[in-house]
C-alpha cells in the first residue's frame, strides 16, 4: 500500500529510528512500510499520523489505493 510516511518523516528531518522510537515499532517496520512492502495496521496507521498531524487518510493516500484497488477488481 503507497503511504506518504517516508515524504512525511523526511519533511520532518526524522530517522526511521527515530519515528519507529515514537510509534513503538522497529525501524525495519518502517522501512518496509515506505517501500510498500508492509502495510501498516490501523492503530500504526493512527499513530503515524498523530505525530504528523495528519489524518489517517491522507497519510495512506487511501482514495488512491482505493482507485487502485477498483481497477484491478474490474480487469476480473
Do not use: G, W
Not at 515514537?22 to 512492502?37: A, D, G, M, P
Not at 490501523?42 to 482507485?67: G, H, Q, T
Amino acid at each position: 500500500m503507497k503511504t506518504k510516511v517516508k515524504e512525511f518523516r523526511t519533511a520532518a528531518k526524522m530517522t526511521q529510528q527515530q519515528l519507529a522510537d515514537l510509534v513503538h515499532v522497529s525501524s525495519r517496520t518502517i522501512i518496509s512500510i515506505e517501500k510498500e512492502q508492509y502495510s501498516p495496521s490501523l492503530m500504526l496507521a493512527y499513530r503515524l499520523a498523530e505525530v504528523f498531524d495528519v489524518s489517517v487518510e491522507e497519510l495512506c493516500c487511501l482514495k488512491e489505493n482505493k482507485e487502485l484497488e477498483d481497477r484491478q477488481y474490474e480487469d476480473l
